[in-house]
């Protein structure tokens, strides 16, 4: 994997305004894989209760860590958007807690990539979430 082709991801994520306000970092950028953190934050919480992070946080996380890896496999260019996304939300992130998103494009087609996602915090071997989704392929040439 090219230092280009990451450091294009690093800039593509930070002019993202979804990615920067949910302070999102890459942790890990290869060959078909991604892992993205998101730290706890106030302005995050779904539940003022418990302070839960919302799942639709949890879901743009992912769902950016999926595309990511769609952005790092050799066979698909830099450029992709989500066709489909499932997430299967396991429990409640523990409040506190940086979620980690990782992700695997695991096949790419001449024109779909499929990926699979899980998110953690930590806390438990339970994920937060998981995810399976198809996302658009730019060939790269």
Known sequence: MGQNRTELAEKFMATLPHAVALGLQFKHFGTGEAEIAMPYSDSLIG???????????????????????????????IATATIDL??????????????????????????????????????????VATATGTFSVERAT
């Open 47 to 77: 539940d003022l209760e418990t302070g839960v992070i919302h799942g639709g946080a949890v879901s743009a996380m992912m769902d950016t860590c999926c595309g990511a890896a769609v952005m790092s496999h050799p066979n698909a260019g």
């Open 86 to 127: 499932r997430i299967d939300y396991m429990r409640s992130a523990e409040p506190g807690c940086e979620i980690v998103a990782s992700a695997q494009c695991y096949h790419v087609t001449g024109s779909v990539a499929f990926v699979r996602a899980t998110a953690t915090d930590g806390t438990s071997q339970t994920p």
